[in-house]
C-alpha cells in the first residue's frame, strides 16, 4: 500500500516543475490530487502526464475569488482534503534601487498572501491527520543579492507554519515548510533574467556541497514524507532539501 493512500491533496503549481512532480509522486503513493494552475494548456499536459486520480482546477492565486472556486471545486468533487501543498511560486529578480510597488506586491501576493487564504478556505474540509506543506525556498535564510521581495515572502511562509502548528495543537494537523534548494525546473529559466541561465547555475553550482541542482523528484519524496504519516511526529519544521547550500 502506497504512504498515501485513500488521502486527498491539493497541489498548487500542479502544471509544472516541483508541483507536477509532487502530483505525480503522490498518485503513485495512493493519493487522489488537484492540481491548479493559471495556464490551462500546461494543466492538460500535467493531466495526461499524471495519468489517474488527478483533477485540474484553473485559477490565478493572487486572486481571491479564484482561491474560493478552488476551495469550491475540491468540496463539491470530494469534500475532504488531507494534504495541502502551498507550492505555487515565481522569481522576478530586482536590486533594491529597481524595486517597485508592482513587483513587491506581485510578488507578496502570490508567495506571501494567498497560502494564508488558501489554507484559510480549505482548513474547513481538513480533518485529523492532515498535513499542511508551505513550499519555501533555502533563500529564506540566505542573503542572495536582488531576492528582497522573494526571500522575504519565502520567510512569511516559513513563519506561518510555527504559528499555525502552535494555533492547530491538539487538532492533529501538521503544518510545515519544505524549502527546496535550486532545481532544475522552467523557474530558473526566470532566475537568469539578469545574467545568463549558464551563469546563474554555475554561481549556484559553486555554492551547493552535493555538487549538483535537485531534480524535481527529489523535492517531491520529501513532500511525500511530509504528507504521510512517515513524518507523524513533525510539525512547525522546515525540511531544507536544499542539497546543503542553506547550511554551510
Ligand atoms: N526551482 C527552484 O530552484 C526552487 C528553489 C526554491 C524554492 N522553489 C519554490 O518552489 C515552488 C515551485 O517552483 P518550481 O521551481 O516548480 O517553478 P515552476 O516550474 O516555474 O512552477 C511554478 C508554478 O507556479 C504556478 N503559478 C505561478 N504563478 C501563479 C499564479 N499567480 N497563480 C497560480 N499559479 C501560479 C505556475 O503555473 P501557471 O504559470 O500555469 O500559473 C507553475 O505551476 C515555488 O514556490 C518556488 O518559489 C523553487
Given amino acids: 500500500m502506497?504512504?498515501?493512500?485513500?488521502?486527498?491533496?491539493?497541489?498548487?503549481?500542479?502544471?509544472?516543475?516541483?508541483?507536477?512532480?509532487?502530483?505525480?509522486?503522490?498518485?503513485?503513493?495512493?493519493?487522489?490530487?488537484f492540481i491548479t494552475a493559471r495556464r490551462q494548456a500546461e494543466l492538460d499536459k500535467a493531466l495526461s502526464l499524471i495519468g489517474e486520480n488527478v483533477t485540474a482546477i484553473t485559477g490565478d492565486l493572487s486572486k481571491l475569488d479564484d482561491i474560493d472556486v478552488i476551495?469550491?471545486?475540491?468540496?463539491?468533487?470530494?469534500?475532504?482534503?488531507?494534504?495541502?501543498?502551498?507550492n505555487a511560486g515565481f522569481t522576478e529578480q530586482a536590486a533594491l534601487e529597481a524595486i517597485t510597488p508592482e513587483h513587491f506586491d506581485k510578488t507578496f501576493n502570490?508567495?506571501?498572501?494567498?497560502?494564508?487564504?488558501?489554507?484559510?478556505?480549505?482548513?474547513?474540509?481538513?480533518?485529523?491527520?492532515g498535513s499542511i506543506i508551505l513550499v519555501s525556498s533555502a533563500m529564506h535564510i540566505m542573503?542572495?543579492?536582488?531576492?528582497?521581495?522573494?526571500?522575504?515572502?519565502?520567510?512569511?511562509?516559513?513563519?506561518?507554519?510555527?504559528?499555525?502548528?502552535?494555533?492547530?495543537?491538539?487538532?492533529g494537523i501538521r503544518v510545515?515548510?519544505?524549502?527546496?534548494?535550486?532545481?532544475?525546473?522552467?523557474?530558473?529559466?526566470?532566475?537568469?533574467?539578469?545574467?545568463?541561465?549558464?551563469?546563474?547555475?554555475?554561481?549556484?553550482?559553486?555554492?551547493?556541497?552535493?555538487?549538483?541542482?535537485?531534480?524535481a523528484v527529489e523535492i517531491a519524496n520529501a513532500a511525500v514524507f511530509l504528507g504521510s504519516e512517515q513524518s507523524s511526529y513533525v510539525t512547525g519544521a522546515d525540511l531544507m532539501a536544499d542539497g546543503g547550500v542553506g547550511q554551510v
Fill in 2 to 33: 502506497g504512504a498515501l493512500a485513500g488521502k486527498v491533496a491539493v497541489i498548487t503549481g500542479g502544471n509544472s516543475g516541483i508541483g507536477l512532480a509532487t502530483a505525480k509522486r503522490f498518485v503513485e503513493e495512493g493519493a487522489y490530487v
Fill in 71 to 86: 476551495a469550491a471545486a475540491v468540496k463539491a468533487e470530494k469534500g475532504v482534503v488531507d494534504i495541502i501543498v502551498s
Fill in 110 to 129: 502570490l508567495m506571501a498572501r494567498a497560502p494564508v487564504f488558501l489554507v484559510q478556505k480549505l482548513l474547513p474540509l481538513m480533518h485529523r491527520g
Fill in 143 to 171: 542573503g542572495i543579492p536582488n531576492h528582497t521581495a522573494y526571500a522575504a515572502a519565502k520567510a512569511a511562509t516559513r513563519s506561518y507554519a510555527r504559528t499555525w502548528a502552535a494555533e492547530f495543537k491538539g487538532r
Fill in 176 to 215: 510545515n515548510t519544505l524549502s527546496p534548494g535550486v532545481t532544475d525546473t522552467p523557474i530558473l529559466d526566470s532566475q537568469s533574467e539578469l545574467a545568463g541561465r549558464d551563469e546563474v547555475v554555475k554561481m549556484y553550482l559553486d555554492m551547493i556541497p552535493i555538487g549538483r541542482l535537485a531534480e
